[in-house]
């Protein structure tokens, strides 16, 4: 088993100026007994850490929590709010339960938390800052996360395989097994270091021996070794269930969630779960989607589908993840007025305020299926009185499968930056799902996990940041994008100008690149059914999923004005009026709400058949402009990463030109317009 370290490489750095102020490493503890997992999580990270970085050994002091810090000289020192360590230090009252304060006074830096997980972030902290470079004298930063859950959700089967992975198979099941091993550890530190909380390891689409066994004594002593690792990182495990279990566990008839047995068989087997395993975090349900079980077969709600595993949940403090990815998968392309983006807000809307109050929606960040531009779903702008958590998807899916570099924090940033109007005032993503807007308890953001056994983690290296990125991001949602890069850059490369700024283009640019030469103007989809890798104008076109573009020789795109399907309206104005007319509707969604021409002349001045034409040429010279920025990097970085992405971009760039080719040859075919610019179409 051999993988790398992520941004936890720890490089080492010469001439660090601050390092005089990391000497030794005092921890006030009041409690008799042994150190917690987490506190000796904490010093094993900060002495391997800064030995690592710094080339130091500093060695663990225990104080006894009631002594004053007069007696500290030098050093790094940890201490809980309440302990006397902090008093004549700093104010700590602004501390949430996870946050901390980091500073630096009389020679210290002091990490303080009101709890031993914020001591953990600060630990954190402190590491990444040494790893990036930056100077810590005179630091004083008060961090407290902007979300209570920063979620994994990983799509893995007990086989081993994962659903959309791109990065080998999964670390945390094989062959019908848990596995729990070093890399086990080592992923809960990976993504602990990125403020992760909770992690989901079973995919949603709940079958086999998951569907049969995972919630039950025969996977259930293993699991606990998990949870057990995870809690010493911060980390809570869930588990995707499935709706039906009482039925393919139980042998119970029914799973109505109405039926007294079926509660009173949830709540054994919940109860049976945290008798195992108490720390354990919840269930994650997909329910009534793409073919898995749901309420809608006994005619009862998702609220009443909830709400009985939530109640069985409560009593052990256990949360409820129910998603609302709920749509009708059997439609007919001719049928003008069914609209997949209609589904999320139609199904749950109506059922605001009647979940409890464990119960969380997951709602994904558009109204499709992760596509490479899509709105931002209404639905957020819509329920006011549940909980909720925005779904994004780190696995790249639709956006070239971590064979294509494609930074998505710039995505992700977009969508937590929408003003829905809920309110008067500002209610953007970012403040309804950190809880803001509404003042819910358990909100956050979940993200699809991009991992895998691979080496690297990933597949490509640089989807590395995706990952990070996202963890980053659902901590302190006010994070820019090329903060995250720059942070991510600076703990894995060499601090080489050349190697910073060659990487931060490129990610930076990628995503828009990606969008260029596929899909144009948020009309998405144009993919290979099933696997969703590489063109197919038509691939979903008259197909059942809901998926159209509608192209035919006059126009293309989706009229989703209330002419349409009626979608626009879903949102709050001024939205909904913004969306409803061309004019007004952002050009990059122009396809998604509007049926148009393909002589329609954009703000630009070029039409939309030229507009696709050049977008495409364009992207696929970008995509040029990246590989020659990589090969430049030659000898400046670890050769093995250099190599990897290397051979990564030559297929992007060959699967780039496809697209351009096959987009380009299709709606040239379709209009029957020339490029005005006399370049080659292959037709
Ligand atoms: C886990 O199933 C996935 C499915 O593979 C994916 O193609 C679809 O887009 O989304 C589903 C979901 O989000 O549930």
């Known amino acids: 088993?051999?993988?790398?370290?992520?941004?936890?490489?720890?490089?080492?750095?010469?001439?660090?100026?601050?390092?005089?102020?990391?000497?030794?490493?005092h921890i006030y503890y009041e409690k008799d007994n042994a150190l917690?997992?987490?506190?000796?999580?904490?010093?094993?990270?900060?002495?391997?850490?800064?030995?690592?970085?710094?080339?130091?050994?500093?060695?663990?002091?225990?104080?006894?929590?009631k002594e004053t810090s007069s007696s500290i000289k030098s050093g790094i020192v940890l201490g809980l709010t309440g302990q006397n360590v902090i008093n004549d230090i700093a104010d700590t009252e602004q501390l949430t339960e996870e946050g901390y304060l980091l500073k630096e006074a009389n020679q210290c830096i002091y990490i303080i938390g009101k709890t031993e997980k914020g001591l953990l972030y600060g630990a954190f902290d402190l590491l990444r800052r040494i790893a990036t470079g930056e100077g810590i004298r005179g630091l004083k930063v008060i961090e407290n996360p902007k979300n209570t859950l920063r979620m994994l959700n990983h799509w893995d089967n007990m086989d081993g395989s994962i659903e959309r992975g791109y990065s080998g198979e999964s670390f945390f099941m094989k062959k019908e097994e848990i596995l729990v091993n070093q890399r086990t550890i080592d992923y809960a530190r990976i993504v602990a270091s990125i403020g992760i909380n909770c992690v989901v390891i079973n995919n949603v689409n709940v079958r086999g021996s998951a569907a049969t066994g995972l919630i039950t004594d025969r996977y259930l002593n293993k699991l606990k070794e998990m949870a057990e690792i995870f809690e010493g990182y911060g980390i809570k495990l869930y588990l995707s269930a499935n709706f039906a279990a009482p039925m393919e566990i139980g042998g119970y008839k029914t799973a109505d969630p109405l039926d007294q047995g079926v509660a009173d068989w949830w709540k054994e087997c919940v109860q049976n779960i945290y008798k195992i395993i108490p720390g354990f975090g919840g269930f994650l349900i997909k329910a009534d989607s793409e073919g898995r079980p749901g309420p809608f077969t006994y005619n009862r709600t998702h609220a009443d589908g909830a709400n009985v595993l939530a109640r069985a949940l409560k009593p052990f403090g256990g949360l409820l993840v129910w998603r609302c990815f709920v749509y009708n998968c059997q439609q007919d392309w001719r049928d003008y007025k069914t609209d997949r983006a209609r589904a999320a807000y139609d199904n749950f809307m109506g059922l605001d305020g009647k979940f409890d109050d464990n119960v969380i929606l997951q709602i994904k960040n558009g109204p499709m299926d992760f596509q490479v531009r899509e709105p931002v779903t209404p639905l957020f702008g819509g329920l006011k009185n549940t909980n909720m958590i925005l779904e994004v998807q780190a696995a790249q899916e639709y956006t070239g499968q971590q064979?294509?570099?494609?930074?998505l924090i710039p995505m992700w940033k977009e969508v937590l930056e929408f003003n829905t109007y809920a309110k008067e005032t500002n209610a953007t993503i970012a403040d309804i799902v950190s809880?803001?807007?509404?003042?819910?308890?358990?909100?956050?953001?979940a993200a699809v996990s991009n991992t895998g056994d691979d080496f690297n983690w990933t597949g490509h290296d640089l989807a590395g940041a995706n990952?990070?990125?996202?963890?980053?991001?659902?901590?302190?949602?006010?994070?820019?994008?090329?903060?995250i890069a720059a942070e991510w850059i600076k703990q894995i490369f060499p601090h080489k100008d050349k190697v910073y700024k060659a990487i931060m283009d490129i990610l930076m640019g990628s995503w828009h690149t990606y969008e260029k030469y596929t899909s144009p103007l948020g009309i998405g989809w144009m993919v290979n059914p099933n696997h969703h890798y590489g063109p197919n104008v038509d691939g979903y076109e008259y197909d059942r999923w809901g998926t159209y573009h509608r192209a035919n020789r006059n126009g293309m795109g989706v009229d989703r004005t209330k002419a349409g399907t009626g979608y626009a309206s879903q949102y709050n104005e001024p939205n909904a009026s913004m969306y409803e007319q061309k004019e007004t509707c952002p050009e990059e969604l122009l396809l998604f709400f509007h049926y148009i021409p393909y002589d329609y002349k954009l703000k630009s001045g070029v039409t939309l058949i030229q507009h696709i034409y050049d977008t495409h040429f364009e992207g696929v010279q970008e995509v040029e402009k990246m590989v020659e920025e990589w090969n430049g990097l030659e000898g400046l970085i670890p050769e093995d990463i250099f190599q990897r992405v290397q051979k990564r971009l030559t297929i992007q760039l060959e699967s780039a030109k496809e697209w351009r080719d096959r987009i380009n040859t299709y709606f040239y075919r379709k209009s029957g317009v020339d490029d005005a610019k006399k370049r080659k179409i292959y037709y």
Do not use: P
């Open 435 to 445: 809880g803001k807007t509404y003042n819910q308890t358990h909100t956050g953001m």
């Open 467 to 483: 990952l990070y990125g996202f963890g980053r991001l659902s901590w302190n949602t006010e994070l820019s994008s090329e903060q």
């Open 1 to 25: 088993m051999s993988y790398s370290q992520c941004w936890l490489v720890y490089n080492s750095i010469d001439n660090y100026k601050d390092k005089d102020l990391l000497t030794d490493l």
């Open 403 to 407: 064979k294509h570099v494609c930074y």
């Open 36 to 65: 917690s997992n987490i506190m000796n999580n904490i010093i094993k990270e900060l002495t391997q850490g800064l030995n690592s970085i710094l080339n130091i050994k500093i060695s663990a002091n225990i104080i006894d929590g």
